[in-house]
């Protein structure tokens, strides 16, 4: 592999999801982990040492500078993400940034304007998306199995027992919509599509946060979805697609490597894996993005990302959630 058919990566972040995404990345086709960056130069250097990444920076904005990447990977807070995105591509540099890509729709507005007027490429991580699983679902509904698709419904719920992780700060970035409830949101519009008429959220809040939350949404043509998420609840994590001759049961639908298909009764299990934690396929359709020159991915644009975004924005408002400085 030779730089010319390979993009340099540098990692944006030490924690658990940049290791996820460091073990995936080497072997991921087309890619190759470089550079990683941290608030302190001794942790970004183990972490080097333990992906065998030759360069590391004890501060973003070192790597912001470092010429030997081509593309970054943000893993940060939810509140860091769209700011450093843009540094990032102020800099030169394309972008994969965790989900979600921004807090608020407003924030995201300014990310597509700056990637626009840099002509660099931009995608949110939602490696939902990505998952073989979700193409061969797709190919059992246009066979008309489960006939019309009439409902959806996706629970991603989970009781966190440290109330200090940011997931529950109430300040800027906090609460199970973030989190979690945006991989229920992205499942309904993956087979429902993005015509949301209505939508109608409640929640627990505590601290401007929802710990757990239920949202009903009204697609045009009559069809609707179920979406929960929880910070502080712990439900089976699975996501349904109800049709009008039968239903497909997607366990850990976030995630998933198969799913069963029920008809009359009938149950049938399809097996769909993806090639190795998960996120290789989202790696490589960046790669390939990037290495023809494209600004963005026909899989997960950052339109379809302002559309998640909106209903977010709709869901908090709806809660009373507030982020003022967002």
């Not at 966190?160 to 991989?183: C, E, K, Q, R, T």
């Not at 963005?296 to 379809?304: E, H, I, Y």
Request: charged share 20%.
């Amino acid at each position: 592999m030779t730089m010319k058919n390979c993009v340099r990566w540098g990692i944006v972040g030490t924690g658990e999801i940049a290791n996820k995404f460091a073990r995936a990345v080497c072997s991921a086709e087309g890619a190759k982990a470089v550079a990683v960056a941290s608030r302190r130069g001794e942790t970004a250097r183990a972490f080097a040492d333990t992906y065998n990444i030759e360069h590391s920076f004890g501060s973003y904005e070192e790597l912001a500078a470092f010429d030997g990447v081509d593309a970054v990977y943000i893993a940060l807070p939810h509140r860091y993400h769209a700011p450093y995105t843009e540094m990032f591509l102020r800099a030169g540099k394309h972008v994969l940034c965790e989900k979600p890509i921004a807090v608020t729709a407003r924030e995201l507005e300014r990310v597509q304007a700056l990637a626009a007027e840099k002509q660099l490429f931009v995608m949110e991580a939602m490696w939902t998306r990505f998952l073989p699983v979700m193409a061969e679902i797709k190919r059992v509904i246009a066979a008309g199995t489960i006939g019309e698709v009439l409902e959806v419904s996706a629970d991603f719920c989970y009781n966190n027992p440290d109330h200090s992780h940011h997931a529950f700060a109430g300040d800027g970035d906090g609460g199970s919509v973030l989190d979690v409830g945006i991989y229920g949101l992205n499942f309904a519009l993956m087979f429902l599509g993005e015509d949301v008429e209505q939508v109608q959220a409640m929640a627990r809040l505590e601290n401007n946060a929802d710990l757990n939350m239920n949202a009903l949404l009204q697609f045009g043509g009559g069809a609707m979805a179920r979406v929960s998420s929880a910070l502080a609840l712990e439900k089976p994590e699975l996501g349904y697609i109800y049709g009008s001759k039968g239903c497909i049961r997607v366990p850990a639908f976030y995630g998933a490597s198969e799913f069963d298909v029920v008809v009359e009764g009938k149950t049938t299990t399809h097996a769909a894996p993806f090639k190795g934690n998960g996120f290789e396929e989202e790696i490589e359709e960046c790669c390939r993005c990037i290495l023809a020159g494209k600004t963005q991915s026909d899989v997960m644009p950052p339109a379809r990302s302002m559309v998640v975004l909106r209903l977010m924005d709709e869901i908090r408002k709806q809660l009373g959630i507030t982020y003022p400085a967002k």
